[in-house]
């Protein structure tokens, strides 16, 4: 399945054979320290910067009903966000992984976005688009 926004996201989970636990990395765009005039400038027009991730959370589908009840929830955090990256826990013998289970999974998916090794992770935009990087 082709997965063009958080609707196509929730529907490929749930077809899964087992349950599925989704991790959210809620990240912003930022200007690194020391950056060049070239670098501003890109970055003022929309393109460059660096990723710092700010909220990390795992949902099961029972949690989720759409991306505008999960958006909601992560502005109650206070922390503004640009873009978010997802991905998901398998679980076994029809059994959802738990939120300790999830701990690792979200602390590499940090370490990715800060490495800038994002290919595997999907990525939505603010209004739950998908996000190509090239």
Not at 2 to 8: G, M, T, W
Not at 33 to 57: M, R, W, Y
């Amino acid at each position: 399945m082709n997965i063009l926004n958080f609707d196509d996201l929730l529907t490929a989970a749930g077809q899964q054979a087992e349950p599925q636990l989704l991790l959210f990395v809620f990240a912003k765009a930022e200007l690194p320290e020391g950056a060049t005039d070239e670098q501003q400038k890109n970055f003022t027009a929309g393109s460059g910067g660096a990723l710092t991730p700010v909220i990390c959370v795992d949902k099961s589908l029972d949690e989720l009903t759409d991306f505008v009840s999960l958006t909601a929830e992560s502005e109650r955090t206070g922390q503004d966000w640009d873009l978010v990256f997802v991905s998901s826990l398998s679980g076994h013998g029809g059994i959802i992984p738990t939120t300790e289970q999830s701990e690792q999974p979200l602390q590499m998916m940090v370490q990715a976005i800060h490495s800038g090794k994002i290919a595997s992770l999907l990525a939505l935009d603010k209004q739950g688009q998908t996000l190509s990087f090239y």
